[in-house]
């Protein structure tokens, strides 16, 4: 019924914070000090200040008493990302040069959607790009191996005023759709729309990455799918474990022709957190360090469109 009560209670083992996201951190910090292991819902914090409290708590509680702290980032269990990963780390995609894409939604299209994500108070200043833009950028430094190292980013709100559901109409002081460029430590170049008011777009993240060799081509909304493309010839990769790599075939639970999706996204990063608990190191398990670089990024992407030029992103 209470914090307290949760935090006390010598039966629960993980705590999983799933509020609005001015409480982030206070929760989050609350359970790693009460020897909770934690998965905490991002954004980490509403600011980077916030993130780097946590991720040194986190850190610090992993070396006394081996707690594990878990962010869910949970596209990066879609199988066919981790096919995409492992393509790219064996070289057959070649030097990578260019890395692009989006995340695009239309729920806060119209001046009546309203949400407490709106409100800067409750969901931060970042909205559009705190929210969704994070999971795009971790997309795309989880499958390439690269990080973003410098980039510059515009900003729009496109609906000015809500309406609640009380029918009171407010100001909207966060961003409706980001756009940015940017150039990541390996040398390659990308350009990224995150968007809450595309019409007909609920989900759609996609990401391509264009190297010496090939490209491949994901879509959050055609999970089962990877494209190839090559000079001579394109193909559709499907998902079957039979054919798969082994770090992707580890996600693909069930036979192919069998549709997965985001659920099973969601029990495969459940069950490595469970794993982790346990001992184990399971490969690519978002840690509050992921929390910590996606509030960098949306600082940087801040700095950004506040000042209209590029900005060095913090390693």
Not at 255 to 264: I, K, L, S, V
């Amino acid at each position: 019924a209470t914090v307290d009560e949760l935090l006390t209670d010598p039966e629960v083992d993980v705590v999983h914070v799933c509020t609005p996201n001015h409480l982030h951190v206070p929760l989050a910090r609350a359970a790693l000090a009460a020897g909770k292991h934690v998965v905490c819902e991002k954004p980490l914090a509403t600011d980077v200040a916030g993130a780097v409290e946590l991720a040194g708590l986190a850190a610090a509680a992993r070396e006394r008493d081996g707690r594990v702290a878990v962010v869910p980032f949970a596209y990066r269990f879609h199988a066919m990302v981790r096919e995409a990963r492992e393509r790219v780390r064996r070289g057959e995609v070649g030097t990578v040069s260019l890395v692009h894409g989006s995340y695009l939604q239309d729920w806060l299209l119209r001046d009546s959607d309203d949400n407490w994500r709106v409100d800067p108070a409750l969901g931060g200043a970042s909205r559009a790009f705190g929210d969704i833009g994070s999971h795009f950028c971790d997309l795309l430094e989880f499958t390439t191996g690269q990080r973003i190292v410098r980039l510059v980013a515009q900003s729009a709100t496109v609906n000015p005023h809500r309406r609640g559901a009380d029918g009171v109409v407010h100001e909207v002081a966060t961003e409706d759709a980001v756009t940015l460029q940017y150039a990541t430590d390996g040398g390659a170049l990308g350009s990224a729309v995150i968007s809450q008011v595309s019409a007909g777009r609920k989900n759609r993240l996609y990401l391509e990455i264009s190297g010496s060799e090939s490209t491949l081509a994901f879509d959050q909304e055609q999970p089962e799918t990877l494209w190839e493309g090559r000079r001579t010839t394109s193909r559709l990769l499907v998902r079957d474990p039979e054919t798969l790599s082994p770090a992707a075939a580890r996600y693909s639970r069930l036979p192919a022709g069998h549709a997965q999706g985001y659920q099973d996204c969601f029990d495969a990063l459940v069950a490595d957190t469970a794993a982790a608990i346990g001992g184990a190191v399971p490969d690519g398990l978002p840690t509050f360090d992921d929390g910590l670089r996606a509030a960098r990024l949306a600082d940087a992407v801040a700095t950004s469109v506040r000042t209209g030029g590029w900005v060095e992103v913090a390693s």
